[in-house]
């Protein structure tokens, strides 16, 4: 049987958003352009079909369920980097996951173009990184 083209896109999204894993070994240089890279992906992602984007995360409140696979895989991305002291401990893993989701979700009912998303991603990064990143003294 054929996959709908919501299936798809869904597995599509999933898939992508598991291989944006944050090491736990990154350079400290390098963690804002990590989670910024993450942001752009998946904004560039989600902007390539926006039917279906307001389908699955806009228009459902009711039905969270993609939300919560989405906020899952953020979760298992950020761990290791969370437990290896990259970012706080003292905020629970499945909040930072729905504040970088719920981030996202804002993000991409904006309209924009690449390099507006390119923008929108730093700019999420400085606030998702400033609050979560335990930046060495």
């Known amino acids: 049987m054929t996959a709908t083209p919501i299936a798809l896109f869904r597995q599509q999204l999933f898939t992508l958003a598991r291989t ?21 992906k998946l904004l560039n992602f989600l902007s390539q079909n926006e039917q279906a984007t307001r389908q699955l995360f806009l228009l459902s409140a009711e039905d969270r369920s993609d939300q919560r696979i989405l906020s899952e895989i953020m979760q298992e991305n950020l761990q290791a980097a969370q437990q290896s002291g990259v970012f706080r401990q003292d905020i629970a893993l499945p909040l930072l996951a729905e504040f970088f989701i719920a981030m996202l979700l804002q993000m991409a009912q904006l309209p924009g173009d690449a390099a507006s998303r390119h923008q929108q991603s730093l700019a999420a990064t400085r606030l998702f ?8 003294d």
């Open 20 to 40: 944006l894993k944050i090491d736990p070994q990154v350079s400290e240089n390098q963690v804002m352009d990590r989670v910024a890279l993450s942001f752009r």
């Open 129 to 136: 990184c400033e609050g979560a990143w335990l930046k060495p």
